[in-house]
């Protein structure tokens, strides 16, 4: 574990190196407790490098075992040897020199799960950020590209499969039962893309042939005997390959490309060059084991890390301040994967709920950071949705400002010039100001400023000029980052829509549909205007912003009947829900009974039956804004428990109008066919699902759904069930037989038992803080794996607002220990895990006390790890 120095690293100190390592060539002779690691560095002086240039070479925790230069050992006097660091005070004034460097690492007892590890006995490596460093001495940095050769040897019993980046080029016996595997990436890369893998797991292989024809060996490799449960991603592996051709003309450039799936991982996956390391539950799926929305984020993974071999790889990052250049760009690239594959306006609106359930709180609190930092202690902290996802939206707000033909040619410009280099936001941003002539000096600033935008709008008709206005202020916050904030270039897409629901002629001082907002303050006018339209702004979420829009209930009602954008018609009812909602839970902490306006009632109604429209945009239209969402929109004072008292009464609400109605849509969307994870098959189990919550939502029976959760033929079908039984019907022997009977069908599938200890997780109230406890002891339940801490704490604290917000600060307590017990092994989880307190001076005065004294706890604490004091330090500050 790293301990906290308090050192910060900052963008304006980027100085190039003084040496290059063009080859690198590594032999690991594995074994669990003492691998033995020999590195030989083809060190280059480069030009200009003063005589007496140290060269200084990272390291974390490591042990050194051997030196040589040019086959000649080290005479140590000349060396700084140190755990983190080998500095050679005085290399050779030739231009090029080699280093050999052996270390030993100790695979089986690294539970922080980078550098090299084991998973089940599998050996494997996380190199992003800084894992590599704890393999061997090096220049641990993303501008340091070197052509990796990868010996292997190992002991053939436990790990007859050996692999690493690139191509595969020799492979034989050792003698007394080990064997040896070579491989060569022709392709420069930087060592946080580096991977091995050596164990005894099955194989799914295929073929796919890429547009020029090269034919590509494809392998994707699983625990032994789940071969079948990888075949979805598979087929989604081809489709994105094919896609990246079609869409960005990008073909694939090796003659292999292995997928391999551990259970022991920090995160999703991993796009090693050749050789993506994934989360098994990023892998494995069939319709017994894995719900609708755990095969789209396979899908949606599996695309994300192919896609990173051109943004990411190809072309890296010069320092780690620019994540985003390859992070906020390769989730832009599989979301459009995404909605190409599915549905576009369903993708667009999850993404757009998934960037304000993450991004705008981190953006709103004391973690916001701009999308390319400046300053950081600990890089891993800042694998954030603010990097990942605002970055996205970065990237989208180009596209819709230069257009498609010009955002296609500002990609392949920006493809050819930095193919095989490591650069900066600076470059990407010049791929398209010089391909499509547009200034995006003033666009830039979203990399630049932390925080969310807000615009708010004015409209205005006078009947008599037939003129409608617009008038539009911009303000983006104060933040830890900035405290005072330069004015943007905000692109708002809009439509006036007139009395027939459809478009009037924008007309007016736009650039088509589009106003770019360029001042503080802009009006803009549209003349010849017959009839009074009702405004639709930021249609399609053109820009990353809160709207301050005064407008009524009548408009709003009138857009989500109407709006011909989808996303927009959704946002409408979005808004009404949380306008709704927002009141109600108003009332609740003031004692009061909520009162629901009939017109949303009937509207839920009409969305539920409208055979118009797709089931699975129906399902997003009739989803309620979640408690988080709801406790974002007040933004202060928030008391939990008023909040979910309004959601429920509103659902209720909904269910009692339209009883019948959706108890008939129920019965009618019942599963005829075979299951098909497609958009069409679970937009449809989306809507009876949602169809089912409400039912129960008017209901004081948990019949329905543990009659559903018993005949389900899919899990899809059962979870859903089980968290509304879970949810509205805790306490009941319904619910617990529900329970048992998940355990005892999947008690030894580590994975599908992760939904069970996620569902209990999240029931509300202060009583679940005891449960998940008691969970935490569960023979199936392990600290040291991050999927099992993640379902149950992580789930807890970030989405259980009632019980981690208990008023007593019994949640903040439990999460607290948790985090501290995990830390003691995995300080990257940890640091994650605590950001779920982010949000902790928007409650209630009490609350508020009791998470400061909480976090306060975790800060005194001696001997933090650096990610940890991080995250704590600022949260506090
Ligand atoms: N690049 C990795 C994330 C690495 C996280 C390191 N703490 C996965 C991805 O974004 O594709
Ligand atoms: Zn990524």
């Known amino acids: 574990m790293v301990a906290d120095t308090g050192q910060v690293f900052r963008l304006e100190d980027y100085r190039e190196t003084d040496y290059l390592i063009p080859e690198t060539q590594l032999t690991f002779r594995l074994s669990p407790n003492r691998t033995r690691v020999i590195a030989e560095l083809t060190v280059e002086r480069r030009q200009g490098t003063a005589d007496d240039a140290p060269l200084v070479l990272d390291g974390d925790g490591l042990e050194l075992a051997g030196l040589e230069i040019d086959g000649t050992r080290v005479n140590l006097d000349n060396v700084e040897v140190a755990p983190d660091r080998l500095a050679i005070k005085a290399p050779p004034r030739a231009k090029r020199f080699k280093l050999r460097i052996e270390t030993d690492v100790d695979p089986?007892?690294?539970?922080?799960?980078?550098?090299?590890?084991?998973?089940?006995?599998?050996?494997?490596?996380?190199?992003?950020?800084?894992?590599?460093?704890?393999?061997?001495?090096?220049?641990?940095?993303?501008?340091?590209?070197?052509?990796y050769t990868v010996r292997i040897e190992a002991a053939r019993d436990a790990a007859p499969l050996l692999l690493s980046n690139g191509n595969p080029v020799e492979q034989g016996d050792l003698g007394g039962g080990r064997h040896f595997a070579v491989w060569h990436d022709p392709h420069p890369k930087p060592s946080y893309l580096f991977a091995l893998v050596a164990g005894d797991l099955g194989l799914v292989d295929d073929r796919f042939t890429t547009i020029s024809g090269r034919a590509v060996a494809l392998g994707i490799y699983v625990e032994k005997g789940k071969e079948a449960r990888a075949a979805f991603a598979m087929d989604a592996l081809k489709r994105s390959m094919r896609w990246d051709e079609e869409r960005f003309g990008r073909e694939y450039d090796l003659d292999v490309f292995n997928i391999v799936a551990v259970s022991d991982f920090n995160m999703g996956a991993m796009e090693n060059k050749g050789l993506n390391i994934f989360n098994d539950k990023y892998v494995l799926a069939d319709k017994e084991t894995a719900t609708d929305a755990d095969y789209a984020r396979i899908e949606a993974i599996i695309a994300h890390e192919y896609f990173h071999n051109w943004t990411g790889n190809r072309i890296t990052c010069r320092d780690w301040f620019q994540l985003c250049l390859k992070e906020g760009l390769t989730v832009y690239r599989d979301q459009e994967f995404t909605a190409d594959e599915r549905s576009r306006a369903v993708e667009r609106i999850s993404d757009v709920r998934t960037l304000r359930a993450h991004q705008f709180p981190e953006d709103q609190g004391p973690l916001a950071h701009p999308v390319r930092p400046r300053r950081y202690r600990e890089i891993?902290?800042?694998?954030?949705?603010?990097?990942?996802?605002?970055?996205?939206?970065?990237?989208?707000?180009?596209?819709?400002?230069?257009?498609?033909?010009?955002?296609?040619?500002?990609?392949?410009?920006?493809?050819?010039?930095?193919?095989?280099?490591?650069?900066?936001?600076?470059?990407?941003?010049?791929?398209?100001?010089?391909?499509?002539?547009?200034?995006?000096?003033?666009?830039?600033?979203?990399?630049?400023?932390?925080?969310?935008?807000?615009?708010?709008?004015?409209?205005?008709?006078?009947a008599v000029a037939q003129e409608f206005v617009l008038e539009l202020e911009q303000s983006v916050p104060p933040t830890p980052s900035e405290s005072r904030k330069r004015v943007m270039h905000i692109p708002l897409a809009f439509g006036l829509v007139g009395p027939d629901g459809q478009d009037l002629a924008a007309g007016g001082e736009t650039d088509g549909a589009i106003i770019h907002l360029h001042k503080r303050k802009q009006t803009v006018r549209f003349k010849g205007v017959a009839e009074r339209p009702v405004l639709s702004i930021n249609r399609g979420f053109s820009a990353p912003v809160t709207l301050a829009a005064a407008q009524n209930a009548n408009d709003r009602l009138f857009l989500a009947r109407h709006d011909g954008d989808a996303f927009a018609r959704w946002e409408a009812l979005n808004t009404l829900y949380l306008e709704t909602l927002i009141a109600a839970s108003k009332a609740a902490k003031g004692g009061k009974p909520a009162k629901f306006g009939k017109d949303l009632l009937v509207l839920a109604g009409e969305i539920a039956a409208d055979e118009e429209l797709d089931p699975d945009y129906r399902a997003l239209l009739l989803s309620l804004p979640s408690e988080t969402d709801i406790a974002r929109e007040i933004g202060s004072n928030i008391d939990p428990d008023a909040i979910l008292q309004a959601r429920r009464g509103l659902a209720a609400a909904i269910a009692e109008h339209n009883g019948?109605?959706?108890?008939e849509l129920y019965a009618g969307l019942a599963d005829t066919g075979a299951y098909v994870p497609d958009a069409a098959g679970s937009g449809r189990r989306a809507l009876r699902n949602t169809l089912l919550d409400y039912c129960s939502a008017a209901s004081s029976s948990p019949a329905r759904a543990a009659e559903q959760f018993h005949v389900a033929t899919n899990m899809t079908d059962r979870a859903a069930a089980l968290a509304v039984l879970a949810d509205r019907f805790a306490a009941t022997p319904e619910t617990e037989a529900a329970l048992s009977a998940f355990e005892a069908r999947y008690g030894s599938d580590a994975i599908v038992m992760d939904k069970w200890f996620q569902v209990q997780a999240m029931i509300p109230g202060v009583e679940t803080v005891e449960r998940v406890a008691t969970l935490a002891q569960h023979r199936g339940f392990r600290m040291d794996n991050p999927n099992r801490v993640r379902a149950l704490i992580g789930a807890f604290a970030s989405a259980n607002q009632t019980a981690f917000n208990a008023a007593d600060g019994s949640g903040y307590a439990f999460v607290a220990d948790a985090i501290l017990a995990v830390e003691a092994q995995n300080p990257q989880v940890a640091a994650r895990l605590a950001t779920a307190f982010r949000s902790w001076r928007s409650l209630e005065p009490k609350r508020q006390a009791k998470a400061r004294e909480t976090l306060s706890r975790i800060a005194a604490k001696k001997g933090l790890s650096r990610d940890l004091a991080d995250i704590v330090q600022r949260t506090l500050a």
């Open 108 to 147: 089986a007892a690294n539970r922080a799960l980078s550098g090299l590890y084991q998973s089940n006995g599998v050996f494997c490596t996380q190199c992003e950020a800084e894992g590599f460093r704890r393999i061997t001495y090096f220049l641990d940095r993303p501008d340091l590209l070197s052509v």
């Open 380 to 462: 891993n902290n800042f694998y954030t949705a603010t990097v990942y996802e605002k970055g996205a939206e970065i990237v989208r707000m180009i596209r819709t400002i230069v257009g498609e033909d010009g955002f296609r040619e500002g990609m392949d410009l920006y493809f050819d010039r930095h193919d095989g280099q490591a650069v900066t936001i600076e470059d990407f941003i010049a791929a398209f100001e010089d391909a499509s002539g547009a200034d995006l000096a003033q666009f830039a600033l979203w990399y630049h400023q932390a925080g969310t935008p807000n615009v708010a709008v004015n409209a205005s008709y006078d």
């Open 660 to 663: 019948e109605r959706f108890a």
